[in-house]
């Protein structure tokens, strides 16, 4: 079992930024790509990004491209998401998943068969 939780969310301007962490229970983190999923309101949930289980691929959204960096600490169990320059339809909770080594872009395309989720953390932003 893996457990992920989530941290770093808030209300923020637009144009500002936040960094998003997702902690796991276990160091076995090391055996799964970790990914971010967000949903906004009436919408369904979408990939942000992803990252490999060792660093070295890693996955953004168009929408995302630029402005989002993804990374990841294995000695932490800790992966995060620096988001800077964001807008308004960024709102939403965004999610850490777990799956069990996969490549970053089949993860990143669907969120069905993901193997672990967080609850989730608010991002808001709005002046």
């Known amino acids: 079992q893996l457990q992920l939780v989530e941290s770093g969310g808030g209300l923020v301007q637009p144009g500002g930024s936040l960094r998003l962490s997702c902690i796991a229970s276990r160091d076995t983190m090391t055996d799964y790509t970790i990914g971010w999923f967000r949903q906004a309101p009436g919408k369904e949930r979408e990939g942000v990004s992803c990252i490999s289980r060792h660093y070295d691929f890693v996955n953004y959204a168009d929408f995302v491209k630029g402005r989002f960096t993804i990374s990841r600490d294995n000695a932490k169990n800790t992966v995060y998401l620096q988001m800077n320059s964001l807008k308004p339809e960024d709102t939403a909770v965004y999610y850490c998943?777990?799956?069990?080594?996969?490549?970053?872009?089949?993860?990143?395309?669907?969120?069905?068969?993901?193997?672990?989720w967080g609850k989730g953390t608010l991002v808001t932003v709005s002046s």
């Open positions: 998943a777990a799956r069990f080594r996969t490549p970053v872009k089949t993860m990143c395309d669907t969120d069905t068969d993901i193997d672990y």
